[in-house]
T-cell receptor, first 114, second 111 residues
Framework: SQTIHQWPATLVQPVGSPLSLECTVEGTSNPNLYWYRQAAGRGLQLLFY??????ISSEVPQNLSASRPQDRQFILSSKKLLLSDSGFYLCAWSTPAGLGNDQLFGPGTRLTVL | GESVGLHLPTLSVQEGDNSIINCAYSNSASDYFIWYKQESGKGPQFIIDIRSNMDKRQGQRVTVLLNKTVKHLSLQIAATQPGDSAVYFC??????????FGQGTTLQVKP
């Protein structure tokens, strides 16, 4: 069966510090991968998606970047965190059949920037 | 532009009653819709989906209705239980091929 992992579960970082969040998927090959951010009490904002190794599409201009060094690994990074980067970060995957198919989400990372 | 929204931010129901959560979408070209359930501090979980060639689809205690004429989607939960308390999101397969999520409806189940 397929599983998706995210770590860390929670993170508290000072403003200006770097960030690295990791997401890995097991039990599938060549998945589409997604990073979302969710502000408190709000919906999901798509940040990045990837259809293959090294292929990253950015949805919104921001202080963050994403990379996909391996087929089932998706990393969200920042060189210098801002207060506005605080939020709940969710990784998701879908089958390679299409970007609009149902997505399965990881447990999320709660990031607090102080 | 494209948008997927919900009519009510919070829905409060009595345990045992039926719940109906509504969603409006704006892209008439969307052909696939999903409902997700998100419990506090967790990632969204897939509940049920429906394609545009269907008007209704049933799962275990849940039913999704699609009205393409008025671009309206609803999730019905039968015999609502305390464990159903969560935020519910609808999602739309836009013509860009990506999912667009609504803002969510919080379902509160009163014992």
């Amino acid at each position: 069966s397929q599983t998706i992992h995210q770590w860390p579960a929670t993170l508290v970082q000072p403003v200006g510090s770097p960030l690295s969040l990791e997401c890995t998927v097991e039990g599938t090959s060549n998945p589409n991968l997604y990073w979302y951010r969710q502000a408190a009490g709000r919906g999901l904002q798509l940040l990045f998606y990837s259809v293959g190794i090294g292929q990253i599409s950015s949805e919104v201009p921001q202080n963050l970047s994403a990379s996909r060094p391996q087929d089932r690994q998706f990393i969200l990074s920042s060189k210098k965190l801002l207060l506005s980067d605080s939020g709940f970060y969710l990784c998701a995957w879908s089958t390679p059949a299409g970007l609009g198919n149902d997505q399965l989400f990881g447990p999320g990372t709660r990031l607090t920037v102080l | 532009g494209e948008s997927v929204g919900l009519h009510l931010p919070t829905l409060s129901v009595q345990e045992g009653d039926n719940s109906i959560i509504n969603c409006a979408y704006s892209n008439s070209a969307s052909d696939y819709f999903i409902w997700y359930k998100q419990e506090s501090g967790k990632g969204p979980q897939f509940i049920i989906d429906i394609r545009s060639n269907m008007d209704k689809r049933q799962g275990q205690r849940v039913t999704v209705l699609l009205n393409k004429t008025v671009k309206h989607l609803s999730l019905q939960i039968a015999a609502t239980q305390p464990g159903d308390s969560a935020v519910y999101f609808c999602a739309e397969n836009s013509n860009t091929g990506k999912l667009i999520f609504g803002q969510g409806t919080t379902l509160q189940v009163k014992p």
